[in-house]
């Protein structure tokens, strides 16, 4: 019988886990809070820190809140605790991270963009899909581990993105479709993403299969768009390999169109099934407009803009700038780009799909001077070379926008090295319940 231990709560970890300390030896408790007085027990021990897990709380903590589903604390860890608690969690995050990691002393990061209502602000859902006792279930797996949970409400999803989704589920359960599963290899599906615009209402189902087998025929279809008026799009995704990445780069359209369309501030986009997209869209507008105000565009300049994806910020830097030039390593983000250009009849900015590292030099090569450029990275931040390669164009201003404060730290110092100054940072919270925060920076040459 494991041994169970009593211990405070000191704080907590990035991603929400809480931390008790036995002579500085760090435990992570999932589902406790700093300042509570727990009994818990180790279920896993390393030589750097150890897991636990939580058994009862004696003292909880004021900020404690009820969960709405204890089951789905893998994909909301936060929602334990009250949601101005979870704001300065999230600020303290961005704090720490630039005082440790970028070395920053004195620096005064802004009030983070919150949320009035922090629930069902999803346009994306992605469930896994399992069969269990010949029905299927559409769900979630338990962190690290194997443990599939099923769903029926997530409380992140927009509620008629909630309602799209568990339709597709009863009607796949009708046509007795089964799933991929790894152990015994019988069906085919084996995860579920649903999209819906924020502003037009339109629905994008896609089924992400483990072979190139048409899921689905006609009749079902027909019933998919009967259950879902708003549905626009039936897409399959092929990912034959057991991969962290949940879509493959194939991708075709069983029913309906190509792309599905909504709103971001004052222009429209299309969205195709592997598209990357902000899944908050009114949060993602504050984030946008904090990025287009530190860029303070009067008409004359010219802008870069690296990792542009579906020229989300792109097309609206373009509205204020003389010239915009984006790029991304993904062409198939770049051909979206190109079709919302046409879709705004916006004609001042150029598309151009690459490396950053390789189109830079190309660029300046053709007397190409940026008095501004926008970076927009995945988690993992910039790559140094494309670092190196901005220092020698040599922008006035650096926008960046990341969903990282560690990478964005460290980023944020290598050009301070090479002389730019931090003057501002703006947290925006797009993942309410979840430990994710993203920021928006002003670095200006001096």
């Known amino acids: 019988m494991e041994e169970k231990l009593l211990g405070q709560v000191e704080n907590m970890t990035h991603d929400g886990q809480g931390v008790v300390k036995v ?8 589902g406790a809070l700093p300042g509570e007085n727990i009994f818990y027990k180790i279920v896993q021990k390393g030589k750097k820190f150890a ?42 995050l961005v704090k720490q991270a630039f005082q440790r990691i970028g070395v920053f ?27 269990i006792q010949g029905q299927i279930e559409f769900g979630i797996y338990k962190r690290k ?18 309602e799209a989704m568990f339709k597709v589920r009863d009607l796949l359960r009708k046509e007795e479709i089964f799933n991929h599963d790894s152990q015994d290899e019988q069906g085919n599906l084996h995860h579920i993403v649903v999209k819906r615009g924020h502003y037009t209402g339109q629905v994008m189902v896609i089924f992400v299969t483990k072979t190139k087998k048409t899921l689905g025929n006609s009749s079902l279809y027909k019933a998919l768009k009967r259950e879902i008026p708003d549905l626009v799009s ?28 909504d709103k971001l501030l004052d222009l429209n986009f299309y969205q195709s099934p592997q598209s990357f997209y902000q899944v908050n869209t009114t949060q993602a507008e504050a984030l946008y407009q904090v990025a287009l105000d530190y860029g303070n565009l009067k008409g004359t300049e010219t802008v870069l803009d690296a990792y542009c994806g579906l020229g989300t910020i792109s097309l609206h830097l373009a509205q204020k700038a003389k010239k915009v030039y984006a790029m991304d390593l993904v062409q198939e983000a770049i051909l979206g780009a190109k079709e919302n250009q046409k879709l705004n009849q916006i004609p ?37 070379k494309f670092i190196q390669s901005l220092e020698k164009i040599g922008p006035t201003k650096i926008v960046y926008v990341s969903c990282n404060p560690a990478t964005l730290a460290r980023d944020c110092k290598l050009f301070a090295e090479k002389g730019y100054r931090l003057d501002k940072v703006q947290p925006v919270d797009l993942f309410c319940q979840t430990p994710e925060v993203e920021n928006v920076v002003l670095m200006t040459r001096k």
């Open 348 to 384: 001042n900015a150029h598309f151009e799909a690459g490396r950053a590292e390789d189109i830079l030099p190309k660029w300046q090569k053709q007397g190409i001077h940026f008095d501004l450029a926008v970076v927009d990275p995945p988690r993992k931040g910039l790559d140094p």
């Open 51 to 92: 897991r636990g897990q939580l058994l009862e709380i004696l003292e909880k903590s004021p900020q404690r809140q009820e969960a709405k589903d204890p089951t789905l604390m893998a994909i909301m860890p936060l929602q334990i605790l009250s949601y101005p608690e979870q704001v300065a969690f999230k600020e303290n």
């Open 23 to 30: 002579h500085r030896f760090p435990i992570f408790v999932p």
């Open 234 to 261: 039936i897409a399959q995704n092929i990912q034959e390999k057991d991969h962290q990445e949940i879509l493959g780069k194939k991708t075709k359209i069983l029913w309906g169109e190509k792309y599905l369309q």
């Open 145 to 162: 581990s194997h443990t599939f949970i099923p769903v029926n409400q997530t409380y992140l999803g927009e509620k008629p993105l909630e």
């Open 105 to 131: 002393e004195n620096l005064r990061i802004q009030p983070m963009k919150t949320m009035d209502h922090p629930w069902f602000y999803r346009n994306k859902l992605t469930l896994a899909v399992k069969n």
